[in-house]
């Protein structure tokens, strides 16, 4: 099993800028995709952002043009840039690897 924490998060105002990681506790690049996902309070967990091993990445809609998924193999590390920040991005982020454990979390709180 690859352990996952994640980091990052915090309490910032609408239209600031975060950037969470992902450390894994083993080598990532034999994984192909790796994701972020959220889920805010009352709200099932979403997927928001993927990366494949070959960067190739993909995005949800809501965060389309706001947030950058990026990965660093050498560092078995996944980041999620987070950009132009809303209110409704308030959520606890988790990154996924497909088959593991999911991680803690970390909090995004975007205030108006």
């Known amino acids: 099993q690859v352990q996952l924490v994640e980091s990052g998060g915090g309490l910032v105002q609408a239209g600031g800028s975060l950037r969470l990681s992902c450390a894994a506790s083993?080598?990532?690049?034999?994984?192909?995709?790796i994701g972020w996902h959220r889920q805010a309070p009352g709200a099932q967990r979403e997927w928001i952002a993927s990366?494949?091993?070959?960067?190739?990445?993909a995005y949800a809609d809501s965060v389309k043009g706001r947030f950058t998924i990026s990965r660093d193999n050498a560092k078995n590390t996944v980041y999620l840039q987070m950009n132009s920040l809303k209110p409704e991005d308030t959520a606890v982020y988790y990154c996924?690897?497909?088959?593991?454990?999911w991680g803690q979390g970390t909090q995004v709180t975007v205030s108006s």
């Open positions: 990366i494949t091993s070959g960067g190739t990445t």
């Open positions: 083993r080598t990532i690049f034999r994984f192909n995709t």
């Open positions: 996924k690897i497909p088959g593991q454990e």
